[in-house]
C-alpha cells in the first residue's frame, strides 16, 4: 500500500516537473511536444461503442460522471442527486454523447447547439468575431472521462472527440464549436486541435463552474481539416489526428438513424424531463418567467404540459417567439420561369416547415409572388413535389413560402415534425397523422 502511494506521488511529481518543463518553451515548440504525446488508436476495441445518450440509465450514468469529474475539479458543489444536469441540458438542441465500454458509461459530452437561452459561456465570452462568419454554432460543454481512463493515453477521449467531429459536421450542421475551459487545460485545444483564443485573458471567476478561472475557444470546422492536414499528415497513422478525424472511420461509433433530414436528435420524453428536472433534481423549481415560457414554446403538446413548471400571471407578459424541437436542413430546388431564356433551377435548403408554408435558403434571388415548382428532398427517399410563391424575403438569403397545397409526404413530414416527441419518433411518421394540431 505504501509502495503504491510512492509510485503515485513520484508518477505526479515526474508529471508535474515535466509539464514545467515545457512551459520554458516557445509556443511552437511547446505545441509541437504535446503533439508529439498523441496516441489514437485507429482500431480501438469492440468493447468501446460511441453513441447518442438517450435513455435513462444513459443519461444518468452521463451526468453522474459529470458530476464526479467537476465535484472533484472543484467545478460545483456537490449536489444531492449526484449528477450535474442543468437546464441546457432540457433543450432538444442539446445532444449528450457518450462512450460505453464494457456497457458502463466511461466518457461523455454535451453539444449545446444556440437556442433563445443562448449558449453558457455567452455570460462572459463575447461571440461577435464568430458571428461574422456564416454557419451554426455550438458550445461543447459537460466533458468528462472515467478516472481509470484519464490516463490511458487518450483511449477514451480520442474516440470521444471523433465522435463528436463526425456528428457535428454530417449530423449536427454545425461549422463552429466553442468552449469555456480551465485555463491549465486550454494548451491541449490550442495544441492538438488548433482552437483559437476568444479573448487573450482568462476569466476569473465563470460562475456555470463554481466561479473557477475560464478560457473561451474557438474552432472553425470548415477550415480545420487543411490546418490539422499541415501538422499531422507526416505522422505515422497513432499520432496522425488529421486522418484519424477525416479519413479513419471507426465502427464503434453508433450515428442516430435518421429517416429524414433532420439536423437535432430530441431524446427526452416527457418522462425523462420529469424525471431529471422535477423528481431526480429541482431543475424546473427556480426558473425565471421568460425560462417557463420557453419551455412552454419548445414542448407545445399535451403530453408534456403535466411535467413542465406551471405558468403564471407574470408569465404572460413574456413574448418568445415559437421554437421548434426539431431542426432540419432539406435540400431542394424551385424552378424559375426567366423571360426569354427558359427554366432555371434555384437551389434551396428548407430550414423550417409548416402545413402551409416553409422558410428556405436560397443560393440566388428568390422572385416574389409568383408561381413556383419546389423540390424538396426530406428524406434519401422521401421527396415531396409542390407549387409555392415566395411571400416574405426574411434577409440574409432567407425566404417565407407559401405553399399551394401539400401533397401528402409534406404532409405527413410535418406532422410527425410538430407530434413527435424524440428523434425515434420520425421513423414512424404515420403514427401522428390524425394528430396534428397546428397553432
Known amino acids: 500500500m505504501a509502495n503504491n502511494r510512492l509510485v503515485k506521488n513520484t508518477r505526479k511529481l515526474m508529471h508535474e516537473a515535466i509539464r514545467k518543463m515545457i512551459s520554458f518553451l516557445p509556443k511552437t515548440g511547446k505545441f509541437a511536444v504535446y503533439r508529439s504525446f498523441v496516441e489514437c488508436n485507429p482500431a480501438p476495441t469492440e468493447r468501446l461503442v460511441l453513441k447518442i445518450a438517450e435513455t435513462q440509465e444513459e443519461l444518468e450514468a452521463c451526468f453522474a460522471l459529470l458530476h464526479d469529474a467537476y465535484v472533484g475539479s472543484g467545478f460545483m458543489k456537490p449536489d444531492p442527486s449526484g449528477m450535474r444536469v442543468t437546464l441546457y441540458h432540457a433543450l432538444p438542441t442539446t445532444t449528450t454523447l457518450c462512450a460505453k465500454y464494457d456497457g458502463q458509461v466511461v466518457g461523455t459530452l454535451s453539444l449545446i447547439r444556440e437556442s433563445a437561452l443562448g449558449f453558457p459561456l455567452q455570460k462572459i465570452f463575447d461571440l461577435t468575431d464568430v458571428r461574422k462568419h456564416e454557419g451554426n454554432i455550438a458550445e461543447v460543454s459537460a466533458l468528462a472521462v472515467h478516472r481509470k481512463f484519464r490516463k490511458t493515453g487518450g483511449s477514451i477521449l480520442f474516440p470521444l472527440m471523433k465522435f463528436m467531429y463526425e ?32 479573448t487573450a485573458t482568462p476569466v476569473d471567476n465563470y460562475d456555470f463552474v463554481n466561479g473557477a478561472p475560464a478560457v473561451g475557444a474557438w474552432l472553425d470546422l470548415k477550415f480545420a481539416p487543411e490546418i490539422m492536414k499541415k501538422a499531422y499528415s507526416s505522422k505515422p ?8 478525424f477525416t479519413q479513419v472511420k471507426l465502427a464503434n461509433i453508433k450515428l442516430p438513424e435518421r429517416r429524414y433530414y433532420t439536423t437535432n436528435d430530441p431524446v427526452l420524453t416527457p418522462e425523462l424531463l420529469d424525471h431529471f428536472f422535477n423528481q431526480r433534481t429541482k431543475g424546473f423549481a427556480n426558473l425565471s418567467e421568460r425560462e417557463k415560457v420557453l419551455l412552454h414554446t419548445i414542448y407545445d403538446i399535451v403530453e408534456y404540459i403535466p411535467v413542465l413548471p406551471a405558468l403564471t400571471t407574470k408569465s404572460m407578459d413574456v413574448s418568445v417567439r415559437r421554437h421548434e424541437r426539431y431542426s432540419m436542413k432539406c435540400p431542394g430546388q424551385l424552378t424559375v420561369e426567366i423571360v426569354n431564356n427558359g427554366l432555371e433551377n434555384i437551389d434551396i435548403d428548407v430550414v423550417e416547415v409548416s402545413l402551409e408554408g416553409f422558410q428556405a435558403r436560397a443560393l440566388k434571388p428568390i422572385p416574389m409572388q409568383v408561381s413556383l415548382k419546389a423540390t424538396v428532398w426530406l428524406g434519401k427517399t422521401e421527396i415531396s413535389h409542390l407549387q409555392v410563391e415566395a411571400v416574405r424575403d426574411i434577409g440574409k438569403g432567407f425566404y417565407g413560402f407559401h405553399l399551394g397545397q401539400a401533397d401528402s409526404i409534406w404532409r405527413t413530414f410535418v406532422n410527425a415534425i410538430y407530434s413527435g416527441t424524440t428523434h425515434r419518433d420520425l421513423n414512424e411518421p404515420t403514427r401522428f397523422v390524425a394528430d396534428i394540431k397546428l397553432a
Request: with cysteine; hydrophobic share 40%.
Open 167 to 198: 456528428y457535428c459536421t454530417t449530423f449536427f450542421d454545425t461549422r463552429h464549436l466553442v468552449i469555456a475551459v480551465n485555463p491549465y487545460h486550454i494548451e491541449m485545444y490550442e495544441s492538438l486541435l488548433f482552437f483559437k483564443r476568444l
Open 237 to 244: 497513422p497513432q499520432r496522425n489526428l488529421y486522418a484519424y
